[in-house]
């Protein structure tokens, strides 16, 4: 039995799984407000399992680099500090292994979910900002400098003129969507949420439904650069926002805008789906990212 941890701004998840990925047993807590907190907690689940565990696979925000070692920043300030792994390791005595959020999303959707019968795909997830994963012949690509899949990097608009761009993150996420419709109506942010866009839409408010219109739009567009930059077999949509039904279908149908404007390009559609796995995601990819560190070790 394995003990996977998914380590969030609010709440750390964590669950006993089988090698097959089946989850035994799921818990959620606050996140803990220091390291200290959380290789306590981490320890007190380790005893519940009664010595009974082969290993400890974390899913984390950041950049996690091979050492185990999380750069860049998140809304954990303690994970950025020392060496992950190697604290969890001399805490538990357990083989721990420690992959990037967005990865472990990726990998769930290779091991078990909608990309399981092909050999490449990206996934964009859609949250606060987006965050993404490319996989090449079922395996993670990070790049050279572990950029590989940053798509809310990218730029979705070039201003040469005025020398300005537009990043991915500012144009295509749930915040950005917000930031729309507050600019439009001169309502607060802080009083609206994605779901609330969304049910507004439904009602028929004619504002909510425009926002989420170029939402659509500008997610398309990133699918359309993804496409056309790595031809994957399947580009997956993930994020709390996947979930509503009309997500898939109005960035089909603004796909469809895009390619009219375009009539000297060859129409090859991309193949889009969203993502199967959602609140597990991350504990069953972080799973399937341990597995494979341990059969890699053992072939070396």
Same mark, same amino acid.
């Given at each position: 039995? &394995?003990?996977?941890?998914?380590?969030?701004?609010?709440?750390?998840?964590?669950?006993?799984?089988?090698?097959?990925g /089946? !989850?035994?047993?799921?818990?959620?807590? *606050?996140?803990?407000?220091?390291?200290?907190?959380l290789?306590?907690?981490?320890? /007190?689940?380790?005893?519940?399992?009664?010595?009974?565990?082969?290993? @400890?696979?974390?899913?984390?925000?950041?950049?996690?680099?091979?050492?185990?070692?999380?750069?860049?920043?998140? $809304?954990?300030?303690f994970?950025? %500090?020392?060496?992950?792994?190697?604290?969890?390791?001399?805490?538990?005595?357990? &083989?721990?292994?420690?992959?990037?959020?967005?990865?472990? $999303?990726?990998?769930?959707?290779?091991?078990?979910?909608?990309?399981?019968?092909?050999?490449d795909?990206?996934?964009? !997830?859609?949250? /606060?900002?987006?965050?993404?994963?490319?996989?090449?012949?079922?395996?993670?690509?990070?790049?050279? %400098?572990?950029?590989?899949?940053? @798509?809310?990097?990218?730029?979705?608009?070039?201003?040469?003129?005025?020398?300005?761009?537009?990043?991915?993150?500012?144009?295509?996420?749930?915040?950005?969507?917000?930031?729309?419709?507050?600019?439009?109506t001169?309502?607060?942010?802080?009083s609206?949420?994605?779901?609330?866009?969304?049910?507004?839409?439904?009602?028929?408010?004619?504002?909510? *439904? #425009?926002?989420? %219109?170029?939402?659509?739009? /500008?997610?398309?567009?990133? +699918? &359309?650069? @993804?496409? &056309?930059?790595?031809?994957?077999?399947? @580009?997956?949509?993930?994020?709390?926002?996947?979930?509503?039904?009309?997500?898939?279908?109005? +960035?089909?149908?603004?796909? #469809?805008?895009?390619? *009219?404007?375009?009539?000297?390009?060859?129409?090859?559609?991309?193949?889009?789906?969203?993502?199967?796995?959602?609140?597990?995601?991350?504990?069953?990819?972080?799973?399937?990212?341990?597995?494979?560190?341990?059969?890699?070790?053992?072939?070396?």
């Amino acid at each position: 039995m &394995y003990l996977t941890i998914d380590l969030g701004g609010t709440f750390v998840k964590s669950a006993f799984m089988t090698e097959e990925g /089946t !989850i035994e047993q799921e818990q959620k807590v *606050k996140t803990p407000e220091s390291l200290k907190d959380l290789l306590q907690y981490v320890v /007190t689940l380790q005893k519940q399992a009664n010595g009974n565990l082969d290993g @400890i696979a974390v899913s984390s925000p950041g950049t996690v680099f091979p050492d185990g070692k999380v750069g860049g920043t998140s $809304a954990i300030p303690f994970i950025h %500090h020392g060496n992950l792994k190697m604290e969890l390791e001399q805490a538990t005595g357990l &083989y721990t292994t420690v992959e990037n959020d967005a990865n472990c $999303a990726a990998l769930a959707e290779v091991w078990q979910g909608a990309a399981q019968n092909v050999s490449d795909a990206a996934l964009i !997830i859609v949250g /606060t900002g987006i965050g993404g994963a490319l996989v090449k012949d079922r395996k993670l690509h990070k790049g050279s %400098h572990l950029l590989g899949g940053e @798509i809310g990097y990218s730029l979705l608009t070039v201003n040469p003129e005025e020398r300005t761009v537009g990043q991915v993150s500012q144009m295509a996420s749930t915040r950005a969507m917000i930031r729309n419709y507050a600019a439009k109506t001169g309502r607060h942010v802080d009083s609206i949420s994605g779901e609330w866009l969304f049910e507004q839409a439904e009602m028929g408010e004619k504002t909510a *439904k #425009e926002v989420i %219109h170029t939402f659509y739009f /500008t997610l398309a567009s990133l +699918v &359309y650069n @993804i496409h &056309y930059l790595y031809d994957p077999d399947v @580009i997956l949509l993930g994020g709390g926002i996947s979930a509503q039904k009309s997500v898939l279908a109005g +960035v089909k149908q603004q796909l #469809e805008v895009i390619f *009219k404007q375009l009539d000297d390009l060859v129409h090859v559609m991309p193949h889009v789906e969203v993502c199967q796995f959602r609140n597990q995601a991350n504990l069953i990819g972080a799973l399937y990212a341990h597995l494979q560190s341990k059969e890699t070790a053992a072939e070396i």
